[in-house]
């Protein structure tokens, strides 16, 4: 009973037609100018900057037009398991390696990308990206700044070709144009050209929606330092972040769940939504992954809480070290290298063709364990299952990116309260019988569980 | 609604279960759930139980067959349910035993039969054919992947559920499709004609050739004993690599048939799921009703039914105490192509002279609303919806409280479950019973 038995009939299907190849081929000059100036190729960065960002997105919107708008709105989810890509075949392999080695290069080796160590000009990829770096913050590119504007660009290029996908369904057009919205004005451009108008200040996180523990450095005491050095702006960041912590995110969770900040407005949740829809199957839903998960995510949480307090311990009694030991050594640089790194960055996107698109959201990040605790315990928000009319058919829990058993919960009648789910909305999407609602309700009742289901009345 | 089973029997009774579907299933966990009998499911069809609604989605590459699968395997064991793969060929109902077409056999204490169904054939030359087949089981979903490699064009035959799923299966792999459907209108059984309408225009929209009123005649073999072509009642020659059968199911009871379980259609029962032998009862779609139960038909061949058939008849073994089958407001819902469709109550294809109905359609086409109300008392007996989601749970509690048509639009928003955000439509639908109140309260 093996999936293979199941191919595709008419092989055809999968040829491109020409407006299609036009946009493939877009893409392609798109990716090759980045791949050519990562080896040094002399380009004229003024010249091939522009031309490749912008091949990238034309390709990319291009690509999206011809793959949904020849099709009437509704659920696309043909072949998703058939498609090497989407079902970790050799396509999915290829990009998972490409992906995870570009983590790898620009957290540990971004001299490979050209960028110009202790004084040097930057080169190759990194100097492709300076003239815009220039144009906006009036500095050179850093690996950061080519990462990010790459990065910016998945989220708005991808998230119109998820818009697309979801046209009949106005929650996820809503929540995608919010997303895109966030990640280019809020985690990008706002950011860097204040960094620029900023500039005699040291540098602290601009992105005022990118909170501690998700942001870990927040409280490093150089942070703190740079932020109170950094004149009003930077008192008004220290402020915000700490009320955006404290306060704002339980209330605006107790109300509407952690829907706002995962699949709203963060970063890290927008590029799984759109760059990682096509792999959002691919999430384990064994009880074993759950378990597994419940242990992680918490076991995170406390290292940020535990890493915080002896950083802050340190700031304050201006010391460096707690119960004798270095915090740098034991604890920010380890979190810094596994946490903050390969975890969030090499695995959680590198490995979204094995692992799906959220296993960062699901396994690691403190900031979604925080706000689940609150989700599971204190809120409004639940997906409320439609009485008797699950079919157990599965749609639910195969799309749920988290990994959630949705059917398991639908199946007997009951609603889902989980602290991992993250309100993207797609279970409710594909559902054939119109069985899951997210919504915001009181919370008496928010947990129920009626053994026998709604139209039998046998069973008093 | 809480069952607490305080009376717990203690049932020890060793008992069988033939067909691990959803009525078969349902039986054994509830049954688990009360009390510590030995329970032992059998089935030829898979090892482990799956969700037979989803075999079009796996045919269609959205999901894995483990992904349709609503139990992990590990559940099995943990419930101490016996899963048996075996072909049962025999009951003896003297010695209490089954057998099996490897020879063995099992005793049994109890024994239910939810045997489910298989797909109908009226005896059509050429229907045997390879390249011709029904969709019932995993072993047709496996023949039809076989089947359709490398079609161009398929014939599917019978306007139904099934039928509808089968030709968006094949438009999934890209097979062109014609749908021969002998009603004039599409699921004009189930289906008021603007409803029907509204579907067949829909299907039509996805490029399917969509016949009405045109049943297949003969099926024409190629020098392989393949199809090659159809035949139509109206005299069309249709070519085709591929014809599915989707003309409705009937209980898979034929090695029941000739033992002293009495069966017409399907198995017969009383209101207990009893058959006349004791401590033999069936359940799920193979279960034949002696006298139909609240009105319904005399079997009920959908999942809910056949869910409902598997907790009460495990109330009654768990709890040693006779529990009568009592089903509350009809319900259902599907869905063809991209169209949701959902209905609660009673909502006749033809309306009998007691009734009347309210029907609202969006001007786009694919959104609708039918109320269907008693004449004399204006009260609410049912509804059907295209493209809105509504509560269950309201529209069933309206249902029981004999709420008037009136009621039910003053208050429909509070019935919507469609996503946040969605577009309202409660206030156009509103206004438009208003302005045709006069013809309502006349049953125009
Ligand atoms: C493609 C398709 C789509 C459907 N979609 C819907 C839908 O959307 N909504 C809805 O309400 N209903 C739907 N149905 C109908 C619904 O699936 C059935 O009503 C329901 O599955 C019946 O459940 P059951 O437990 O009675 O029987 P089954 O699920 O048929 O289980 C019976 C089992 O018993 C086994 N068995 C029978 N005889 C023997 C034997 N002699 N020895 C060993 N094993 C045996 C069979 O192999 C089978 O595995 C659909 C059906 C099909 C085929
Ligand atoms: S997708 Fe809908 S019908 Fe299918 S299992 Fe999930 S809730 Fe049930
Ligand atoms: S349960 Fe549904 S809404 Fe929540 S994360 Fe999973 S798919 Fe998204």
């Known amino acids: 009973m093996k999936n293979e038995s199941i191919s595709i009939s008419n092989p055809d299907k999968g040829k491109l037609n020409s407006t299609e190849k036009f946009s493939v081929a877009l893409i392609a000059i798109g990716l090759l100018i980045l791949v050519l100036s990562s080896f040094n190729v002399k380009l004229n960065n003024n010249v091939y900057l522009p031309i490749s960002l912008s091949s990238l997105l034309v390709g990319m919107v291009i690509f999206a037009r011809q793959k949904y708008l020849n099709d009437l709105p509704g659920i696309k989810n043909n072949g998703v398991w058939f498609s090497s890509l989407s079902s970790r075949g050799i396509i999915g392999w290829t990009v998972g390696i490409i992906l995870t080695s570009f983590y790898v290069i620009i957290y540990w080796f971004p001299s490979l990308l050209g960028l110009g160590e202790n004084g040097n000009a930057n ?3 990194v100097a492709l990206f300076d003239p815009l770096s220039l144009a906006l913050n009036g500095k050179v590119a850093s690996q950061w700044f080519v990462y990010g504007t790459l990065y910016t660009l998945c989220i708005t290029g991808l998230g119109y070709k998820f818009i697309l996908k979801y046209r009949h369904n106005r929650y996820q057009i809503i929540r995608t144009i919010v997303v895109i919205i966030s990640q280019f004005f809020l985690a990008y451009l706002i950011p860097e050209i204040m960094e620029g108008l900023n500039s005699d200040q040291a540098y602290f996180a601009k992105d005022v929606k990118n909170m501690w523990p998700l942001n870990y450095y927040f409280f490093d005491s150089w942070h703190i330092d740079n932020m109170k050095n950094g004149g009003t702006m930077g008192m008004i960041y220290l402020v915000w972040g700490i009320v955006l ?9 107790y109300f509407v769940g952690k829907r706002w900040y995962c699949s709203f407005v963060c970063g890290c949740g927008g590029l799984a939504e759109t760059a990682g829809d096509s792999f959002r199957h691919l999430s384990s839903k064994k009880v074993s992954a759950w378990k597994f998960e419940r242990y992680s995510i918490h076991a995170i949480l406390v290292f940020v809480f535990i890493m915080t307090g002896a950083v802050l311990y340190n700031y304050f009694t201006n010391t460096s070290t707690i119960f004798g ?11 810094g290298f596994l946490i903050g790194a390969a975890f969030s960055g090499v695995i959680g996107v590198g490995f979204y063709p094995m692992l799906g698109s959220r296993v960062w959201c699901r396994f690691g990040c403190p900031l979604a364990a925080y ?11 639940r997906i409320t299952t439609n009485g008797g009319q699950c079919i157990s058919c599965g749609n639910c829990s195969n799309s749920c990116e988290m990994g959630i058993d949705v059917r398991a919960y639908a199946q007997k009648g009951e609603n889902i309260v989980r ?11 594909v559902c054939p019988r119109g069985v899951l609602k997210l919504e915001n309700a009181d919370e008496e009742n928010r947990i129920n569980s009626n053994p026998i289901s709604i139209g039998n009345n046998s069973i008093k | 609604m809480i069952h607490q089973l305080t009376k717990n029997c203690n049932n020890s009774k060793s008992i069988v279960i033939i067909g691990n579907g959803v009525a ?22 898979t090892d482990h139980h799956f969700s037979r609604t989803a075999l079009m989605y796996i045919y269609m590459g959205h999901m894995r067959y483990e992904d349709t699968k609503p139990y992990e395997d590990s559940f099995w064991k943990k419930s101490r349910i016996n899963l048996l793969n075996r072909f049962v060929t025999h009951i003896d109902s003297a010695k209490k035993q089954i057998s099996f077409s490897n020879g063995e056999n099992l005793n049994y204490e109890i024994l239910v039969l939810a045997l489910g169904s298989k797909p109908n054939k009226f005896g059509w030359p050429g229907q045997d054919l390879k390249g011709v087949q029904g969709l019932y089981s ?13 079609v161009k064009h398929a014939v599917v035959v019978g306007g139904g559920l099934i039928g509808v799923e089968m030709a968006e299966m094949l438009k999934s792999r890209n097979i062109s499709v014609t749908f021969l459907v002998r009603e004039k209108n599409f699921w004009n059984i189930v289906l008021p004609a603007e409803e029907a309408k509204i579907i067949e225009n829909h299907i039509h929209e996805h490029d399917v050739d969509l016949r009405l009123d045109t049943e297949l005649k003969e099926i024409i073999s190629d020098e392989k004993g393949r199809v090659k072509a159809i035949v139509t009642s109206k005299g069309d020659v249709i070519n085709c690599e591929f014809v599915g059968l989707t003309v409705g199911v009937s209980p898979n009871i034929d090695f029941v048939k000739g033992s002293e379980i009495n069966t017409d259609r399907g198995i017969l029962v009383d209101e207990y799921f009893e058959t006349n032998i004791k401590d033999i009862y069936a359940i799920g779609d193979c279960a034949q009703f002696i006298n139909p139960i609240n009105g319904r038909r005399p079997i009920e061949q959908v999942w809910y039914t056949g869910r409902m058939h598997g907790e009460t008849l495990a109330h009654a073994i768990a709890t040693c105490e006779k529990t009568v089958y009592n089903p509350g407001h009809w319900f259902n819902s599907a869905k063809f192509f991209d169209i949701e469709y959902q209905t609660y109550g009673d909502v006749p294809s033809k309306l009998p002279e007691n009734l009347s109905s309210f029907y609202w359609e969006h001007a786009r086409g694919q959104i609708c609303l039918r109320i269907v109300f008693e004449k004399s008392s204006q009260k609410f007996v049912g509804l059907n919806v295209f493209g809105i989601r509504m509560r269950h749970v309201i529209l069933d509690k309206w249902l029981t409280e004999g709420r008037t048509i009136e009621y039910v639009i003053e208050n429909l928003s509070s019935a919507n479950f469609d996503p946040e955000f969605f577009e309202k439509h409660e206030k156009e639908i509103r206004n438009t019973f208003n302005r045709n109140q006069f013809n309502i309260t006349k049953g125009i």
């Open chain 2, 24 to 45: 078969g299933i349902t039986c054994a966990r509830n049954i688990r759930k009360g009390c510590n009998a030995p329970i032992t499911v059998i089935s030829a069809e």
């Open chain 1, 371 to 381: 706000m689940g605790i609150f989700q599971r315990f204190k809120s409004k928000f």
């Open chain 1, 419 to 429: 602290a991992s789910c993250v309100g993207c909305g797609i279970c409710s999407a």
């Open chain 1, 123 to 125: 080169t190759g990829l």
């Open chain 2, 138 to 150: 995993y072993q047709d979903l496996q023949l039809i992947v076989e089947n359709t490699k490398q």
């Open chain 1, 325 to 335: 030991l270095d915090t740098y050594t034991w604890l920010r640089q380890p979190y």
């Open chain 1, 245 to 253: 912590f404290l306060f704002v995110t339980p209330i605006i969770t």
